[in-house]
């Protein structure tokens, strides 16, 4: 009975598909390559920033043994080195 005018649609009409319709194709097994160099991606990167702290994190100690020293050196002492024994 279509009288020409519009139908109005709701969610469960999407929900319920004919008998007639074939069923949706299943999902994939393996993951997209793109899926896989996406992880590779950020990986690297994560692995990178945690190169960058570290190489900040023994650059910010050695100017502190460095300032340490100075202080040392400018209030006038003498034994401010490091005491390696002697083999």
Known sequence: MDD???????CYDRAMPDADEPAPAAPPARRHPSDL????IVLGALLLIGLV???LTWMVMRLHDASALQDCVLAGRRNCG??????
């Open 82 to 87: 490091k005491a390696y024994p002697e083999f």
């Open 53 to 55: 702290l570290a190489g």
């Open 37 to 40: 160099a996406l992880v590779l």
């Open 4 to 10: 020409g005018r519009a139908t109005r649609r709701t």
